[in-house]
Structure formats: structure tokens, C-alpha cells
């Protein structure tokens, strides 16, 4: 079993950057998410189009795995990559972008049901 040493140019840092390689390098110094304004509890899932993962970056590739099956947040999914939540917010606009991934808006306070509604509701149904 390996040893690990502080000293940051052995050839075991070398190979396994880990967290010494800054988040933007995973976005080619990119911060802006594109054409999408995403927001953390933006939900996104696979559009259903087939790729060759060969041809994704291991980020990208990862992202479209996650969402396989499965709708997640745009903060989950950089939890799941270990990201911040902008960069994992350019990955993701760029899978929107070229048709990857479909994405929901978060809901807004103004298209919550209103509690008036829900409790004039809940008494028809009882008297039913």
C-alpha cells in the first residue's frame, strides 16, 4: 500500500489530481451556463437521444448516466460530481443545448396552489 506525501509534485499527485484540479477546468474556464438561465432546483432529465459516449467528456458522460431514468436537480447532479454548482450549471446548458437533456423550470411562488383552494376542495370531497 502507497504511502501518499504532501509533496504536490510526486508522481502519485501527478496522476491522480483529485481536487487539485480547479473546478473551471472542467469547463474550460467557462461560467456562464449559456443560453440557459438554469437555477439549482432546475430539473433535468435525458431527452432520449442515443450518443456514443466515446465522443462526451467524462463530466458530460457522468451527467447523461445520472439522469438515465431519473430527473434530477441541477445541485444534485453536481453533488453527485463533486462540482460546484456553476460549473455544474455550464455542463448541464451545454447538454440542453445540443439536445442531451430536457429540462423544468423550479416552481415559482406565484404558480403555487393556493391554500384557500386546497381547503374548500378537501371539504367538497368530505361532504361527498
Known sequence: MSH???????QEYQDDPGPLVRP?????????SGSQ????LTLVSTA?????????DREYREILRLCAGATL?????AAHLHLFVAAA????????DAGYLIFRAPPTPESAVD??????VLEGIKRL
Open 115 to 120: 391554500p384557500v383552494l386546497l381547503r374548500a
Open 37 to 40: 438561465d438554469l437555477d439549482i
Open 48 to 56: 432520449g437521444v442515443r450518443t456514443d459516449g466515446d465522443t462526451l
Open 89 to 96: 450549471k455550464v455542463l448541464v446548458a451545454d447538454l440542453i
Open 24 to 32: 473551471f477546468a472542467v469547463t474550460r474556464g467557462r461560467t456562464a
Open 4 to 10: 501518499r506525501t504532501d509533496d504536490p509534485w510526486s
Open 73 to 77: 436537480s441541477v445541485a444534485e447532479i
